[in-house]
């Protein structure tokens, strides 16, 4: 689009603030919304009352003074002609309506240039790492590393569509207690494949995976002191494989086992120790991380001088920064949550700002099969995998899905919903009105004419199309600020609702020729945006359903 109407409407709230001589801290975060009834603007500031306790004046005092200052730089700022009407309604609410002529003007504008026009240089190529899944490879994807996986790569293709440049990366746990943990249980089954009586331990992984994998490794003659290391890549295999088919590919694999003999760990040891942030105390080693926050220090080398957890994940993390990356994305499950002071703290300990490093919680999900949710013990190995979501819905609706609640909130997933062919599957709903408009501009008797004469449009419903189609970037923005990709699913269900409302009372060829084009470039617009919106999502646009 030819400007960014909602930061050209900040910078005149700024303008305008300033104009009135109020301290700009109390501005600073000014943020524009989008009402969700479009009878209160296309876009509003809470500012007025935001402001009001400070400047012990009431906030529709406040908001009037702010709109007499706005309305003398309409002419300078060209927003006369995009912006019919400002009002202050409701408490303090400042609100602005957009022109008919602009949003025809925009729509244009994304019928001419396609995905070009809805994109923003936000990121202006800043280098981005998100980490994610990372799980150990010791047994099959479960769900709660799906969602991270549906999650941490659409955040990255959003990321990358406004100007970042993004790197995918999964940390590979292949060393320690639980690949030693692996091998003996590859070990014991083989025995017992082999007619031996066994004990198998609780702590053992017991999934009939271990079978398969114990009698690959009788085939292959491994012996006890491999078993770890075979099980492990044998296990990654079929995670790669998993992830293949769920539409995830990474940049690159970080081999914990690789970073451990390249002495990066002892190297950034030495750099805290000369720091002061390192001490011995009970016969171990301590990162000094209460000078950064956080409510202990923490141990890094233990008495019998094996590293704790989180001593290659600081080593790990300052390779990252020196391979050049600016902004560092974690995605971890919820039992992790603890751990995010102390990373931080290491974060600051080098000199860097801690912000540079965002750690994102992704709660977990629980699956429901005939209304019932399904029970799951990971150390039996008897859970839902990555594997069987897909077998049984699919890639299409298993990522869906996974992000059509806030990361934030635990999610109940169910197989029924994901499985029928209905607009009670929010993914097939959004997926339905794509192929439908495909069919219409595939069929129809008038072809798609870019210069139609977009004034035409002036039905409510399709003027309220036009803008649900203008706020593709304010959404995205709202992705980038939470660095969560669920308001691009609630989004397409809400452009494809527009849509079939539109359809469902507007015929889109009529015996007027004009107003026929109008309706299908409209409908171009929208098969635009969904299909932007899809892609951004990984999710398939089918032309026929």
């Known amino acids: 689009m030819k ?28 943020r524009l919304d989008s009402p ?75 019928l001419s240039r396609d995905v070009k026009a809805l994109s923003i240089n936000a990121g202006k190529g800043k280098p981005v790492l998100i980490e994610f899944v990372s799980a150990n490879p010791t047994g099959s994807l479960s769900v709660a590393h799906a969602r991270q996986a549906a999650v941490g790569d659409a955040l990255a293709k959003i ?14 746990n292949d060393e320690g207690n639980q690949i030693d943990i692996l091998g003996k249980s590859v070990s014991l089954r083989m025995k017992e494949l082999s007619n031996e009586r066994i004990e198998f331990p609780e702590n053992y992984y017991q999934g009939e995976y271990i079978y398969d994998i114990a009698r690959e490794a009788i085939a292959k003659r491994i012996g006890d002191s491999n078993l770890g290391d075979f099980a492990a890549e044998y296990i990654l295999g079929l995670i790669k494989k998993e992830l293949v088919d769920f539409g995830v590919d990474f940049d690159h694999w970080y081999s914990q086992k690789e970073l451990t003999k390249s002495g990066k760990i002892e190297k950034v040891f030495a750099i805290l120790k000369k720091k002061g942030f390192l001490y011995d105390k009970e016969g171990a080693l301590w990162f000094k991380s209460t000078s950064f926050g956080d409510d202990k220090d ?9 590293y704790t957890y989180l001593a290659p994940d600081i080593a790990y993390h300052d390779d990252k920064y020196k391979r050049g990356f600016k902004w560092l994305i974690n995605l ?52 839902i995998t990555l594997r069987e979501v897909l077998n049984e819905v699919g890639r299409d609706a298993s990522r869906f899905f996974f992000m ?29 009105a794509y192929a439908r408009i495909c069919s219409i501009l595939r069929n129809g008797a008038i072809r798609l004419d870019k210069n139609a004469n977009l004034a035409l449009l002036k039905e409510a419903e399709e003027v309220f199309l036009i803008k649900k189609l203008l706020k593709f970037t304010y959404i995205l923005n709202v992705c980038l600020n939470t660095q969560d990709p669920y308001m691009l699913t609630v989004y397409l269900q809400e452009v494809a609702e527009a849509f079939h409302k539109f359809y469902d ?23 635009i945006v969904i299909a932007a919106g899809l892609d951004l999502l990984g999710i398939s646009k089918p032309d026929k359903m």
């Open 36 to 110: 969700q009834d479009i009878k209160f603007g296309d876009f509003s500031t809470n500012i007025a009352m935001r402001l009001s306790k400070a400047l012990k004046m009431p906030a529709g005092r406040i908001a009037l003074n702010i709109l007499e200052s706005i309305n003398t730089y309409f002419k300078k700022f060209s927003l006369g002609d995009h912006i019919k009407e400002v009002k202050i309604e409701g408490a303090g609410f400042i609100n602005f309506y957009l022109s008919e002529s602009y949003l025809h003007e925009e729509l244009k504008d994304i």
């Open 505 to 527: 009372l507007h015929r889109v060829l009529t015996d007027d020729e004009a107003l026929s084009k109008a309706r299908i470039a409209l409908i171009e617009g929208v098969r």
């Open 159 to 172: 990321l990358g569509f406004l100007g970042f440049e993004v790197k995918k990366e999964y940390y590979l």
């Open 404 to 432: 059509s609640r806030r990361i934030s909130s635990h999610l109940d997933f169910d197989l029924d919903i994901a499985k029928k062919e209905t607009v009670e599957n929010p993914v097939y709903y959004v997926q339905y």
């Open 3 to 30: 400007e960014n109407i909602q930061e050209e409407i900040i910078k005149l709230i700024k303008l305008s603030l300033a104009d009135l001589k109020i301290d700009p801290v109390l501005w600073d975060d000014l």
């Open 298 to 306: 923490r141990v890094v080398i233990k008495s019998d001088g094996s």
């Open 332 to 383: 971890w499950g919820p039992d992790h949550h603890g751990y995010i002071s102390r990373l931080k703290a290491s974060v600051e300990a080098f000199g860097r700002d801690k912000d540079s490093l965002s750690i994102l919680i992704v709660q977990l999900a629980t699956i429901f099969r005939g209304g019932k949710p399904v029970q799951m013990s990971t150390r039996k190995g008897e859970y």
